[in-house]
């Protein structure tokens, strides 16, 4: 079963930065897009970034300039850099793969954005 690790949520002022790492295992990696999304307090989860196996990525309209989605294929592992974080941005952020096994989630890791 593949395994998705999320790591490095927080608590943040507005304006800051904050790194989030997945580590994956049991998944021939760099086969597969992936994904970060987010879910909110009373809201649906919705995708943030996403990129494919060979680095093209893409953006919801709202992190848009703000966030950066990485991979390292070597390392099995698919970062999100934040910057100029919002009270907005609040929310926990779950790493995706889906393969013709299934639509795998980490655990997610809670981001907080507050002064």
């Known amino acids: 079963q593949v395994q998705l690790v999320e790591s490095g949520g927080g608590l943040v002022q507005p304006g800051g930065s904050l790194g989030l790492s997945c580590a994956a295992s049991?998944?021939?990696?760099?086969?597969?897009?992936m994904g970060w999304y987010r879910q909110a307090p009373g809201k649906q989860r919705e995708l943030v970034a996403a990129?494919?196996?060979?680095?093209?990525?893409n953006y919801a309209d709202s992190v848009k300039g703000r966030f950066t989605i990485s991979r390292d294929n070597a390392k099995n592992t698919v970062s999100l850099q934040m910057n100029s974080l919002k009270p907005e941005d609040t929310a926990v952020y779950y790493c995706?793969?889906?393969?013709?096994?299934?639509?795998?989630w980490g655990q997610g890791t809670r981001v907080t954005v507050s002064s």
């Open positions: 995706n793969v889906r393969t013709s096994t299934g639509n795998y």
């Open positions: 049991r998944i021939i990696f760099s086969r597969y897009v």
């Open positions: 990129i494919t196996s060979g680095g093209d990525n």
